[in-house]
């Protein structure tokens, strides 16, 4: 069986960063990824799909990555049940991320150490670099 997906989007907000009770590092963000059609009303719509990180990777993502930025995103998909405050079972379904690739450099005021594409194992995917403009950003 097939669990792999692979998703280009732009992060919404910044990651957040946190540490399990034995110090594993695990980043959370979102990506909104365009829908390769237009609505009724001529307008593209996006998908809001949420990225788990974990170790290392979370700390780099964490450090270089912000609003706006383009991603590759590499992993599986997950489905988790928990129960909400009022004691309802929902679910949440994200992407466990195996591997991210940076696709853009960061504006000025974000982390330099990052420009020109950090590579997390997709460089033989054959991804390269974007080059987009503030109008490009759907938020």
Partial sequence: ?????I?????????????TPNGVAVARFTI??????????????????????????AEVCAQYLGKGRLVAVEG???????????GIRRKAAEVVADQVRFLD?????????????HD??????GYSEVNFSEDDIPF
């Fill in 1 to 5: 069986m097939l669990n792999k997906i």
């Fill in 7 to 19: 998703l280009i989007g732009r992060l919404v907000k910044e990651p957040e960063l946190r540490y």
């Fill in 32 to 57: 909104a990824v365009d829908r390769p059609f237009a609505n009724r009303q001529g307008e593209r719509e996006a998908d809001f799909i949420d990225i788990v990180v974990w170790q290392k990777q």
């Fill in 76 to 86: 599986r998909l997950q489905i988790r049940s928990y129960d909400d405050s009022q």
């Fill in 105 to 117: 450099r960061p504006r000025e005021g974000q982390a330099a150490a990052g420009a020109g594409g």
């Fill in 120 to 125: 997390f194992g997709l460089a033989e995917s």
